[in-house]
């Protein structure tokens, strides 16, 4: 507690407009660790994650696949437990304690009964500031991490989805796998593994969202006893490029593999929340492809019956972001299919999009955003996503806000802009045709 | 939304059981729930839940591939796809234009035993949803264009999850060789050549034979007044008539006659799987809660029995587990699965898989792996409160065994449950020469034919 004083007042509630609750209590802790609650009594259960920006685009240069054998060895044993006694300490109340590596960053979660907080906080406060990342954990991780790579070989859309990242973000952390590859895998020494949590696993580059059965004052005293102690390095913190600006040369790669249906990912970067266009590119990319009523959907699968999963989805993250069309077809389906997404994705910004659309896309995507806080899980991501991208604690209202302000002339203008399909890579994963 | 209409494969269908959720107490549900039969048999449960401005509206039909027979499988996933395609007064992509409109996220899926429909949605939109569902209750519309037009669709999707998906394939094949006169040999999805040739009178008699209210039960959950939901439900589904009780599913499967085996080579595959499966009873025997207790036990964690064998002590597994369907409608199989490390041959993987059975058999299950196990269920249980979405169809799940106040005895259940009756269930159901053996084998790919 003491380690915790210097609480930085909790934001933004009084910049809410009237009638709206924030998502979270937000305070920044001595050490530079953000805490976001979000007190839900109802069921007595606690959801604890703890976000750092230790993920793969911070892999040591020709070293993909660190940050993520870094996460992969939290649990795995500490200085005071080898891993398989974190397992069964963790297990026996039916709680679970997992680290997960992405692009951006690491999350380290806890799920505990209320009444086993106390313990599941001591062991989360553990993987996190005492890994001991033995020398035969790393070695049996790294054969399963190259087993599961090999594996992954026969799933078209992780094939497709690793192509179009290299072709996205050429030259950027963001274009190699998050576990990097079986040849990189295989070289990562057990210093490296210490180096980088050395660097990366810092208070200031952590954000604690806890959502459940507990209270701020309860959760901060909890958490100060365990954490409050762990200091940030002297050194800054890693600095990322920004892939934002940059458009790569649109490429077509075709892979052929034993498969009866193609997988087809046509991409390009994109925008994040912070740019003026972002929000009328949500409603372009729900217009386009983002549900059942969508224009994909209704053509390509509806009236044509040439795929079970077409849609498009724009996904911002911390140093770029990606507007993709995914679709499945049979072999021979792929030439007609792409040419109707094509043809979509260019009368988007060819023509207004109907009053009709422009109305259902706005209150679909209004209308749901409690639904994207029905579930501890749900809440605690959107919490880290505000406190990520800088989305304020209001971000439901003003997500209301932006995207009931977004014309049809909006739409028009941001698809001409991001949605030529011109302006896309084309990554194919299909088998041989006769 | 990006698979919208799903098909739960047999895996998956195992695993209904785990997906329910439920409260720990007595107290902490049976106070709450409104429950009503209306006249023409629909089975209706309300439970409020004022956390969150949601509800959950869910109908689940009593019918799955469980329901078909040889010859015209799939036709129950089918017809879940048709449920989107239209009513005389709704058009085609009404239903999900609506509910779109008003916030909602909807979807469905189709199970050996159950076909379930589901909105979440803002709660003041309760109303629309149930006019909604009651219209597609009885008035689809099956226009045979649409079905051909949608049998396209099906087989994409048989073509993701089946023939292009390993694990999908010899699940598929296991299935089809432990089961000889039960439906549950064939998978929910059907097969291709089936789905090529279903007609539309066969989905009309599909469709009128089995959605009926009779034969449905509908639960919503989430920020509503359940007496007005209740009255609104009689009023929007009342008029529905009743239909004639479906026909009841008489297949019983034969008790097994020696080991079946069946060795799946799929090109383009990259590592082996095996999978071991053996006939056992459902949550009518006794001896259920020990089988779903062992499934925890074999499954449910790193400390987990296989993970840490297999995976962790031998290296010879890239994962293992196990699997077994408490609410399955008839008796189904409990699955044991592996797939080997490189380095690693399936004859050995398939002994080391078949060692830690007869470990199950001849040593009792120490006392903080049967107290872990248990603590896990429990604690599962309270999890699985979290959302409205999860507490309706935890409901659903156990009204589908009898009563949703069964849930209150799912715990219990399991806490009664000895290393004996481990030991004992394990003898019973795990016989050596009764078992059903999955292998899949990476093959080269084949020299090209001519043309």
């Known amino acids: 507690m003491r380690l915790l004083t210097r609480v930085v007042a909790a934001l933004l509630l009084s910049a809410v407009p009237a009638g709206a609750a924030p ?57 005071r437990r080898p891993g398989p006694e974190l397992d069964r300490a963790i297990e026996f109340v039916g709680g679970s304690l997992e680290a997960d590596a992405g692009k951006d960053g690491v999350t380290v979660s806890l799920a505990v009964l209320k009444k086993d907080l106390a313990l599941g906080l001591d062991l989360l406060a553990e993987v996190l500031r005492e890994p001991a990342f033995p020398e035969d954990e790393l070695k049996r991780r790294v054969a399963e991490v190259q087993a599961a790579l090999k594996r992954s070989e026969e799933n078209p859309e992780t094939v497709a989805g690793r192509a179009l990242g290299q072709a996205l973000y ?85 892979l052929t593999r034993e498969l009866t249906q193609a997988t087809v990912y046509m991409g390009r970067p994109a925008i994040r929340q912070d740019h003026p266009d972002y929000f009328p590119l949500v409603l372009a990319n729900y217009v386009l492809g983002g549900g059942s009523a969508s224009r994909l959907y209704t053509r390509v699968r509806e009236e044509r019956g040439l795929a079970y999963s077409i849609y498009s989805s724009l996904s911002p993250a911390r140093y770029g972001a990606s507007f993709v069309v995914g679709l499945q ?72 806000e932006r995207i009931g302000r977004v014309t049809a002339a909006d739409v028009q203008r941001v698809a001409a802009r991001y949605l030529d399909p011109a302006t896309f890579s084309v990554i194919t994963v299909r088998g041989k045709t006769n | 939304m990006r698979t919208a209409r799903l098909v739960a494969l047999s895996l998956l269908a195992a695993a209904i059981f785990a997906a329910a959720p439920a409260p720990v107490t007595a107290s902490g549900h049976s106070g709450e729930v409104l429950e009503a039969t ?72 189709t199970a050996q035993d159950v076909t379930s429909y589901f909105v979440n949605i803002a709660a003041d939109k309760v109303d629309l949803v ?110 529905i008539p009743r239909g004639p009780t479906p026909p009841a599913v008489t297949a019983v499967e034969p008790p097994q006659i020696g080991e079946r085996r069946v060795i799946v080579r799929k090109a383009g595959a990259q590592l082996p799987i095996v999978s071991i499966a053996y006939h056992v009873p459902n949550h009518a025997s006794p001896d259920a809660p020990a089988l779903e207790l062992l499934s925890t036990i074999l499954s449910e964690g790193r400390a987990s029995r296989l993970y840490r064998k297999l995976v962790y002590e031998k290296r010879m597994a890239l994962g293992a587990g196990g699997d077994y369907s408490y609410a399955s409608v008839d008796p189904n199989l409990f699955w044991f699965y592996a797939t080997p490390l490189p380095g690693h041959t399936v004859e050995a993987l398939e002994r080391a898989l078949l060692d830690e059975i007869e470990v199950l058999k001849s040593e009792p299950v120490p006392d903080e792996e049967l107290a872990r196990a248990k603590n896990q269920i429990e604690a599962s249980f309270v999890w699985r409160q979290d959302s409205v979405h999860s507490r309706a169809s935890g409901l659903v799940r156990f009204e589908m065994l009898g009563s949703w106040r069964l849930l209150d005895r799912f715990v219990p259940m399991i806490r009664a449950v000895t290393a004996a009756d481990i030991q004992r269930v394990a003898r019973a159901y795990f016989p050596s020469d009764k078992k059903n053996v999955g292998v899949l084998l990476p093959a080269e790919p084949p020299a090209p034919a001519g043309k």
Do not use: C
């Open chain 2, 38 to 109: 209306l006249d023409n048999g629909l089975r209706v449960l309300v439970l409020e839940d004022r956390r969150s401005p949601i509800v959950s509206v869910q109908v689940w039909y009593k019918v799955g591939s469980r329901n078909e027979r040889p010859g015209a499988t799939g036709l129950a996933h089918f017809l879940e796809h048709m449920m989107f395609k239209g009513t005389p007064t709704r058009g085609k992509g009404e239903f999900a234009r609506l509910v779109e409109q008003n916030g909602g996220q909807d979807n469905a899926f």
């Open chain 1, 23 to 79: 998502i979270a209590q937000r305070e920044v802790l001595g050490n530079g660790m953000t805490l976001l609650v979000a007190e839900r009594s109802a069921i007595p259960i606690v959801s604890v994650s703890v976000y750092l920006r230790a993920g793969s685009v911070f892999d040591p240069p020709g070293a993909p696949g660190v940050a993520s054998l870094t996460a992969d060895l939290l649990t795995r044993g500490t200085a």
């Open chain 1, 170 to 254: 050429p030259g950027h952390p963001y274009a190699h796998p998050t576990q990097g590859t079986i040849e990189s895998v295989g070289k990562i020494t057990r210093e490296q593994v210490l180096r980088f949590h050395r660097e990366h696993y810092r208070p200031d580059a952590a954000v604690v969202a806890v959502v459940g059965d507990v209270t701020r004052d309860e959760i901060r005293r909890e958490l100060g006893a365990r954490l409050g102690g762990w200091a940030a390095p002297a050194g800054a913190r890693a600095a990322v490029p920004s892939a934002i600006a940059v458009l790569p040369p649109a490429i077509t790669r075709t």
């Open chain 1, 329 to 400: 077809t049979r072999n021979e389906g792929v030439d007609e299919a792409m040419r109707l997404a094509k043809e979509e994705m260019s009368r988007m910004g060819r023509e207004q999009v109907t009053a009709a659309e422009l109305d259902l896309a706005r209150a679909y995507l209004i209308g749901s955003f409690p639904l994207r806080m029905d579930t501890s899980g749900k809440v605690a991501r959107l919490m880290i996503a505000v406190e990520e991208y800088g989305l304020g604690l209001d971000y439901p209202d003003r997500y209301k």
């Open chain 2, 130 to 239: 149930l006019r909604l569902e009651a219209d597609r209750m009885r008035n689809l519309l099956l226009d045979p264009k649409e079905i051909d037009s949608e049998r396209q669709v099906v087989m994409e999707e048989r073509r993701t999850r089946t023939e292009d998906d390993p694990d999908g394939l010899l699940s598929e094949e296991l299935s089809a060789i432990a089961f000889k006169a039960h439906p549950y040999r064939w998978p929910i999805i059907g097969w291709m050549e089936e789905i090529n040739r279903i007609n539309p009178p066969e989905l009309r008699a599909f469709y009128d034979t089995y959605y009926v209210p009779n034969n449905a039960i509908l639960a919503v959950v989430g920020d509503v007044k359940a007496p007005d939901v209740l009255a609104r439900i009689r009023e929007v589904f009342g008029g």
